[in-house]
């Protein structure tokens, strides 16, 4: 199979939806429409859009990441019971701090997660 058509699959899964997914749900998807991909192939193809920046990887834990196509800079909120991640809305003032942060010590970008049980979860606990 193609490399870049796999990728480009790939690509076209994470743009398709706004909610941070896992590589594994990426593979589930990949797997509809082609049968032969491999879980290993997703996560290189990931790992490849992140290093061309054209995709965010966002940490929600021990060893556990999220994948973004939105490439702008901005926080995310994870719910630590159900692992869903959303796009966070911060104030002004923390925008602005993050933002020269960045430009003082020259970052390329910074990925801040808040973590808190999401209304879904509160109202069933
Ligand atoms: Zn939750
Ligand atoms: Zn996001």
Redesign the pocket.
Same mark, same amino acid.
């Given at each position: 199979m193609n490399y870049s058509r796999q990728r480009e699959a790939v690509y076209g899964i994470l743009r398709s939806t706004k909610e941070h997914p896992s590589a594994d749900w990426i593979y589930g998807e990949c797997k509809k429409i082609m049968p032969g991909i491999g879980l290993a192939t997703v996560y290189r193809n990931l790992e490849q859009l992140v290093s061309q920046g054209k995709a965010i990887k966002v940490p929600v834990g021990q060893d556990r990441y999220r994948y973004d196509a939105d490439t702008s800079p901005h926080c995310h909120g994870a719910?630590? $019971? !159900? =692992? /869903?991640v959303w796009d966070e809305t911060v104030s002004d003032s923390l925008n602005e701090a993050l933002a020269n942060e960045c430009e003082e010590n020259s970052s390329d970008g910074y990925s801040l997660t808040f973590f808190r $049980?999401? =209304?879904? !979860? /509160?109202a069933k606990q």
């Open positions: 719910c630590p $019971v !159900c =692992g /869903k $049980v999401c =209304g879904e !979860c /509160k």
